[in-house]
């Protein structure tokens, strides 16, 4: 009897260590055969918090993934399922269990964009952020933006770097504006340091308000430094700056798109026609050229600039040739005017 029962006994043992291996087989085909995914892919949503299990029988309620609990066995067995991480996951065709087990180890998770333009001010960047269908708008009270991030100043202005920022779906507006803020420390952080000499600039912020003028002077790229040129000597000598751009945002909701001689009376901390020296804060989100115009002008003896009525301007060292730039500008945009 004892013979007949461990013969029975290796039998079953033996059956047993047969069914294992094909389970370990089956588990391990499974693991590395593609899933049905559309020809289109899949976007596959993880909440946070939520468990593989519920995970992988979703894919399964949606036919992607045929056999959910080698899923979640295969990573509870390799201590995996503990680590997947939240977010939205594009899941492209042929993709395998496996492979999808290691996105969402990795956290390979969708990025989406939002490009913050030159020369915009930082409440038409906060709207920019807040109208993307995919950024969790936090922010009620703009006037709150300064203390809920801890800006250097009290004014936010200027202090964003405009750029394009990637970011996960369910992002706040907050953690899109300290990016940009942070990308705008480092930058002022890597530059301050190598700037020309005997700037009459006492800080970083006040070469990030004259870059912010510059940015809304001129698009050209080689007439960044030029402008610079000329508001830089016009400060070391005493001259008011004269920039309209800054009127202009002195005006606020008032300025209907016509800069008149009424307004460049009107008096404000940004009537640089009626202020000597810097404007409080920038006028507008400067962008690393800007800034390095600012920081590294160019030399020359010219005092003015006008617009030429085309997209660039005329410079000149003395008020005579200024005036007559002047003149001829408004010659040409008269005649633009009778056409």
Same mark, same amino acid.
């Given at each position: 009897?004892?013979?007949?029962?461990?013969? +029975?006994?290796?039998?079953?043992?033996?059956?047993?260590?047969?069914?294992?291996?094909?389970? /370990?087989?089956?588990?391990?085909?499974?693991?590395?055969?593609?899933?049905?995914?559309?020809?289109?892919?899949?976007?596959?949503? /993880?909440?946070?918090? %939520?468990?593989?299990?519920?995970?992988?029988?979703?894919?399964?309620?949606?036919?992607?993934?045929?056999?959910? !609990?080698?899923?979640v066995?295969?990573?509870?067995?390799?201590?995996?399922?503990?680590?997947?991480?939240?977010?939205?996951?594009?899941?492209?065709?042929?993709?395998?269990?496996?492979?999808?087990?290691?996105?969402?180890e990795?956290?390979? +998770?969708?990025?989406?964009?939002?490009?913050?333009?030159?020369?915009w001010?930082?409440?038409?960047?906060?709207?920019?952020?807040?109208?993307?269908?995919?950024?969790?708008?936090t922010? %009620? *009270?703009?006037?709150?933006?300064? *203390?809920?991030?801890?800006?250097?100043?009290?004014?936010?202005?200027?202090?964003?770097?405009?750029?394009?920022y990637?970011?996960?779906?369910?992002?706040?507006?907050?953690?899109?504006?300290?990016?940009?803020?942070?990308?705008?420390?480092?930058?002022?952080?890597?530059?301050?340091?190598?700037?020309?000499?005997?700037?009459?600039? *006492?800080?970083?912020?006040?070469?990030?308000?004259?870059?912010?003028? /510059?940015?809304?002077?001129?698009?050209?790229?080689?007439?960044?430094?030029?402008?610079a040129?000329?508001?830089?000597?016009?400060? %070391?000598?005493?001259? !008011?700056l004269?920039?309209?751009?800054?009127?202009?945002?002195?005006?606020?909701?008032?300025?209907?798109?016509?800069?008149?001689?009424r307004?460049?009376? !009107?008096?404000?901390?940004?009537?640089?026609?009626?202020?000597?020296?810097?404007?409080?804060?920038?006028? #507008?989100?400067?962008?690393? #050229?800007?800034?390095?115009?600012?920081?590294?002008? #160019?030399?020359?003896?010219?005092?003015?600039? +006008?617009?030429?009525? %085309?997209?660039?301007?005329?410079?000149? #060292?003395?008020?005579?040739?200024?005036r007559?730039? /002047?003149?001829?500008?408004q010659?040409r945009?008269?005649?633009?005017?009778? !056409?």
């Amino acid at each position: 009897m004892r013979a007949v029962a461990l013969r +029975v006994l290796g039998a079953a043992l033996v059956v047993a260590a047969c069914g294992a291996v094909w389970f /370990v087989t089956d588990v391990t085909r499974f693991m590395k055969a593609p899933m049905s995914v559309p020809a289109e892919g899949y976007v596959l949503l /993880v909440e946070p918090g %939520e468990t593989l299990t519920r995970v992988a029988a979703r894919l399964a309620a949606e036919s992607i993934l045929t056999h959910p !609990r080698y899923l979640v066995g295969y990573a509870r067995w390799h201590e995996r399922d503990r680590r997947i991480q939240a977010g939205e996951y594009r899941v492209p065709p042929e993709s395998t269990p496996e492979r999808l087990l290691e996105m969402m180890e990795r956290g390979e +998770v969708v990025r989406h964009r939002v490009r913050l333009i030159e020369g915009w001010t930082w409440r038409r960047a906060l709207a920019e952020i807040q109208s993307h269908p995919l950024v969790r708008a936090t922010i %009620e *009270r703009p006037a709150d933006v300064a *203390r809920i991030l801890d800006l250097p100043t009290p004014d936010p202005e200027g202090w964003f770097l405009p750029a394009t920022y990637d970011f996960r779906r369910g992002s706040t507006d907050v953690a899109l504006l300290e990016m940009a803020h942070r990308a705008m420390l480092e930058l002022l952080e890597s530059t301050w340091p190598e700037r020309s000499r005997d700037l009459p600039f *006492r800080s970083p912020y006040e070469a990030l308000i004259l870059a912010s003028i /510059v940015e809304k002077e001129t698009a050209i790229a080689e007439e960044r430094p030029r402008v610079a040129g000329v508001f830089v000597r016009r400060l %070391e000598r005493g001259m !008011r700056l004269e920039a309209d751009p800054t009127v202009i945002y002195g005006l606020g909701e008032r300025f209907d798109g016509n800069l008149t001689r009424r307004d460049l009376k !009107r008096d404000s901390p940004y009537n640089t026609y009626r202020r000597g020296g810097l404007p409080p804060t920038p006028i #507008a989100l400067p962008g690393a #050229a800007a800034l390095d115009a600012a920081l590294h002008p #160019a030399d020359g003896a010219e005092l003015f600039f +006008v617009a030429t009525g %085309e997209g660039g301007h005329v410079f000149s #060292a003395t008020f005579a040739e200024h005036r007559k730039a /002047v003149d001829a500008w408004q010659r040409r945009r008269g005649t633009k005017e009778k !056409r």
